[in-house]
């Protein structure tokens, strides 16, 4: 059986850089895989964009009343093979950027397709918004995913980054919509537990 992993970080802790690193790792070996991501997450529009300027198109974007499963399934049969003589291969791998922006019932078909397809799912996300609450999709992989990975990034300050600031220009912000795309009128910094409480003036959540 296969698993269901998630792999979360704060902000810039090059989440979508170490998904492009596996898929590259699994096309290396001549394995097929298909990489997702959320549409809500406008950044890119249809591609993967990581910090270091690398882009890759994505094969599956997922709406917010889509069946993660269908969509997989649908993707799986409607590609062509790169060699044309050559049948298609099975999806080795289905790797997720931005997971936090799924529902849960899209987390819960992550899993199905994990379990009932036999397909390794890898799902990226952060945990938690700007004033530490967890969305929602990664509240579910939380509870259901086989296997749980920190990616660990710093602080200004040189300790361990787990929560996300979010800034209009160099003024932090506390109020606002969960969910803010980078780079469209906000930008986010990851901080420590004591640099987020210093900017916040010692608030958590709202």
């Keep these: 059986m296969a698993k269901l992993y998630f792999r979360y970080g704060a902000m810039n802790s090059g989440k979508t850089t170490a998904?492009?690193?596996?898929?590259?790792?699994?096309?290396?070996?001549?394995?097929?895989?298909?990489?997702?991501?959320?549409?809500?997450?406008?950044?890119?529009?249809?591609?993967?964009?990581?910090?270091?300027?690398?882009?890759?198109?994505?094969?599956?974007?997922?709406?917010?009343?889509?069946?993660?499963?269908?969509?997989?399934?649908?993707?799986?049969?409607?590609?062509?093979?790169?060699?044309?003589?050559?049948?298609?291969?099975?999806?080795?791998?289905?790797?997720?950027?931005?997971?936090?922006?799924?529902?849960?019932?899209?987390?819960?078909?992550?899993?199905r397709i994990a379990v009932l397809d036999d397909v390794p799912v890898l799902a990226y996300g952060i945990r938690t918004d700007f004033q530490t609450r967890a969305f929602p999709g990664a509240a579910r992989l939380l509870e259901i995913a086989h296997t749980l990975e920190e990616l660990k990034t710093i602080c200004r300050c040189g300790r361990k980054a787990v929560f996300n600031g979010r800034k209009i220009g160099e003024t932090f912000i506390f109020d606002g919509d969960q969910v803010a795309i980078d780079g469209e009128a906000v930008t986010y910094e990851s901080l420590c537990a004591t640099c987020y409480l210093t900017e916040s003036g010692g608030r958590l959540a709202s």
């Design 19 to 111: 998904l492009l690193q596996a898929a590259f790792n699994y096309e290396e070996r001549g394995q097929r895989v298909l990489l997702a991501k959320p549409s809500i997450d406008s950044k890119g529009e249809g591609d993967l964009v990581s910090r270091l300027g690398v882009t890759r198109p994505v094969d599956v974007l997922i709406g917010a009343d889509d069946d993660a499963r269908a969509l997989f399934h649908a993707a799986n049969r409607g590609s062509e093979s790169l060699v044309p003589e050559l049948p298609l291969a099975d999806v080795a791998c289905l790797l997720v950027d931005e997971a936090q922006f799924l529902t849960e019932d899209q987390v819960d078909d992550l899993l």
